[in-house]
């Protein structure tokens, strides 16, 4: 049974500092490419944040560079998001997501079920 659980979110104050993650199981998690979205109220899901399989690669959108880290470790089966110096604007809920492209361009993803964050005072 394939599972991405998500865990670490909560409320914290602007300025602060939280840690996500994503533990995957029932798939090769090593092999796939893993990313964060976050959707807010209102609003269309968005990518934060990607990472290749092996962490060799990650990318980051604008608005989150210079302040979230994505990274993975593959010998635990965990995904990670280093959140700082947060913003009211960063309040949402964060999904984890894994994709593998097969040779045939076949494809196959998951979806963990969110974790809340709030960046309020």
């Known amino acids: 049974q394939v599972q991405l659980v998500e865990s670490g979110g909560g409320l914290v104050q602007p300025g602060g500092s939280l840690r996500l993650s994503c533990a995957a199981s029932?798939?090769?998690?090593?092999?796939?490419?893993m990313r964060w979205y976050r959707q807010a109220p209102g609003k269309e899901r968005e990518l934060v944040a990607g990472i290749t399989s092996a962490g060799e690669t990650t990318n980051l959108t604008d608005s989150v560079k210079g302040r979230f880290t994505i990274s993975r470790d593959n010998a635990k089966n965990t995904l990670y998001l280093q959140m700082n110096t947060l913003k009211p604007e960063d309040t949402a809920v964060y999904y984890c997501?894994?994709?593998?492209?097969?040779?045939?361009?076949?494809?196959?993803?998951?979806w963990g079920q969110g974790t809340q964050v709030t960046v309020s005072s």
């Open positions: 029932g798939f090769p998690f090593s092999r796939y490419t």
């Open positions: 997501y894994a994709n593998f492209i097969f040779t045939s361009g076949f494809y196959s993803e998951y």
